[in-house]
C-alpha cells in the first residue's frame, strides 16, 4: 500500500482540501470535498511516469508499482451524471 495525502481542489466550490489515497489502487478515484460535499473525481493518469523494469533495464510502466509526478494541488472534475430512468 503506498498512501499519499495530496491536496485537490474541489471542482465546484475551488477550495482546496486533502485526503488519503492509495497510489497502488485504480487510477480514476472519487473523493469528497470537505467544505462543500461535492462529489470530486481526480484522474491520477496524466501524472503517471514510466517506471523501469530492473530485470530488463528497459522503460516500461510498472502496473503494479505505478509511480506518479503528482501537482502541487490536484484539480478535480464534476462527475458523469448516471442516465435517469423516466419517471412515472
Known sequence: MNQ???PFQCWKCEREFRQSID???EPVLMVECPYCGAVCVVDLNP????GIDPLR?????????PEYELPECIP???PQ???SEPEG
Open 81 to 83: 451524471e448516471s442516465i
Open 76 to 78: 478535480t472534475t464534476q
Open 57 to 65: 533495464n528497459t522503460s516500461a510502466t510498472l502496473e503494479t508499482h
Open 47 to 50: 501524472y503517471r511516469t514510466p
Open 4 to 6: 499519499v495525502r495530496p
Open 23 to 25: 497510489l497502488e489502487g
